[in-house]
């Protein structure tokens, strides 16, 4: 069958203190971290773990340096052991809305998030905490945002009937439906320390539940 394919490990760096939580609107500063992607330590692991700590261990220490070969005596022989290390950078910021259609363009601050991490390349994904609330990208103009939100009370009406109002007495079965739809999240690449965009795409989050809410953002980005 062949040999199997590369396992990856991501493994957390020692001694990382929680920063404080940001002020509402403002994603703040985000320090990279390193996380390890093993693609050739199995054996080692397995065989010599005191080998494969002080790799990982060298690996925390050099940082951002995107690979390394470390060669260790075994006896008569010598053991060859590549990792690759990338790093990862979170932020965080609270958006407030004022309820179901209210879609906030929220690219300049994914844009700072992504600057302030001190990474060149890689991929950033924006999430919203929440069960009625969306990330997506839109040409973020009054058209498009009506177009939007007229196509989602087709599929999901907010007068409609729903088993969630049945079971809870709410009236919010409309928002869990078009949540569900759109989904939470989005991923995109990043380039020279910019995220790549359309000339007209903008990243919105898209509030669906019935009441104004305060959401939580996150921002979590993964490159060199």
């Not at 199997?4 to 493994?11: G, K, L, Q």
């Not at 053991?79 to 309820?99: D, F, L, P, Q």
Request: net charge positive; with cysteine; proline share 7%.
């Amino acid at each position: 069958m062949g040999d199997a394919s590369p396992t990856a490990i991501v493994v957390s760096p020692p001694g990382v203190a929680q920063r404080p939580k940001p002020p509402a609107g403002d994603f703040g500063a985000c320090r990279p971290r390193p996380t390890v992607v093993d693609d050739n330590l199995g054996a080692t692991r397995k065989m010599r773990p005191n080998v494969y700590e002080a790799v990982i261990e060298a690996a925390h220490a050099r940082g951002r340096r995107t690979s390394t070969t470390w060669r260790t005596p075994r006896g008569s022989l010598r053991t060859s052991a590549t990792i690759t290390v990338r790093m990862v950078a979170t932020a965080r910021c609270e958006v407030r809305t004022t309820g179901q259609g209210d879609v906030r363009d929220i690219s300049a601050e994914v844009a700072a998030a992504v600057a302030r991490s001190g990474l060149t390349s890689g991929v950033v994904t924006v999430a919203v905490v929440g069960s009625t609330a969306s990330i997506t990208t839109i040409e973020h103009e009054p058209g498009a945002v009506a177009d939007l939100g007229a196509a989602l009370e087709r599929l999901a009406p907010r007068r409609g009937e729903y088993r969630h109002h049945e079971r809870w007495g709410d009236d919010n079965g409309s928002s869990h439906v078009r949540a569900a739809i759109l989904g939470p999240s989005i991923t995109l690449p990043f380039t020279d320390g910019q995220v790549d965009l359309g000339t007209w795409q903008q990243i919105v989050l898209a509030e669906l539940d019935t009441r104004p809410r305060t959401r939580r953002v996150v921002v979590r980005m993964l490159g060199d």
